[in-house]
T-cell receptor, first 113, second 117 residues
Framework: DAMVIQNPRYQVTQFGKPVTLSCSQT?????MYWYQQKSSQAPKLLFH???????NEADTPDNFQSRRPNTSFCFLDIRSPGLGDAAMYLC????????????FGPGTRLTVT | AQKVTQAQTEISVVEKEDVTLDCVYE???????LFWYKQPPSGELVFLIR??????QNEISGRYSWNFQKSTSSFNFTITASQVVDSAVYFC??????????????FGTGTRLKVLA
């Protein structure tokens, strides 16, 4: 089945140790998004790629970076994770801009020790 | 500024009851899109419905129905004859065009629905 896949589902990293989360999609969608969701809160958009064009949200910390080497894959890099970065990270895709519905992966739960 | 308000933080109902989840939005634009997503305990958000600002027809899909009223800026979601499997957090979301030509997407804070057997 076509889907959005996130690996790993659970990631534990140490304070300050770089970590990379991955997302892949078989939907062939143009747009890929990364959201951060903390407990009992709404997802917060970090950034998105429209094809190769990177769009950063104004309030996304510089500590968060992203790469999209091809249509299918997108990575979230956290350069120096802090305790406050512990959260669920959700990847999503859509056919076009955000006027379209988004399809989400299962998320990666990041723990920072 | 655009805003989505889901005033109901948590709702508990007994199975087979009907339940309505409220969503009120604010936007300055005439062209915008509204969405509902379901987030079950597994964590994966699931798209339920998309509605554009020019389509005020209500929609029914099985036990789910949506009532879009521009006059009150509301896009409410009703589950008829609720089931335990409906237990989840439900998010309402709004997207509207920005002057840059892109769209801004914002989620409400979600309503946690608990359906008790």
């Amino acid at each position: 089945d076509a889907m959005v896949i996130q690996n790993p589902r659970y990631q534990v990293t140490q304070f300050g140790k770089p970590v990379t989360l991955s997302c892949s999609q078989t939907l062939n969608h143009n747009v890929m998004y990364w959201y951060q969701q903390k407990s009992s809160q709404a997802p917060k958009l970090l950034f998105h790629y429209y094809d190769k064009d990177f769009n950063n949200e104004a309030d996304t910390p510089d500590n968060f970076q992203s790469r999209r080497p091809n249509t299918s894959f997108c990575f979230l890099d956290i350069r120096s994770p802090g305790l406050g970065d512990a959260a669920m990270y959700l990847c999503a895709t859509s056919r076009g801009d955000v006027s379209y519905e988004q399809y989400f992966g299962p998320g990666t739960r990041l723990t920072v020790t | 500024a655009q805003k989505v308000t889901q005033a109901q933080t948590e709702i508990s109902v007994v199975e087979k009851e009907d339940v309505t989840l409220d969503c009120v939005y604010e936007t300055r634009d005439t062209t915008y899109y509204l969405f509902w997503y379901k987030q079950p305990p597994s964590g994966e958000l699931v798209f339920l419905i998309r509605r554009n600002s020019f389509d005020e027809q209500n929609e029914i899909s099985g036990r789910y129905s949506w009532n879009f009223q521009k006059s009150t800026s509301s896009f409410n979601f009703t589950i008829t004859a609720s089931q335990v499997v409906d237990s989840a957090v439900y998010f309402c979301a709004l997207s509207e065009a920005q002057t840059s030509g892109t769209y801004k997407y914002i989620f409400g804070t979600g309503t946690r629905l608990k359906v008790l057997a």
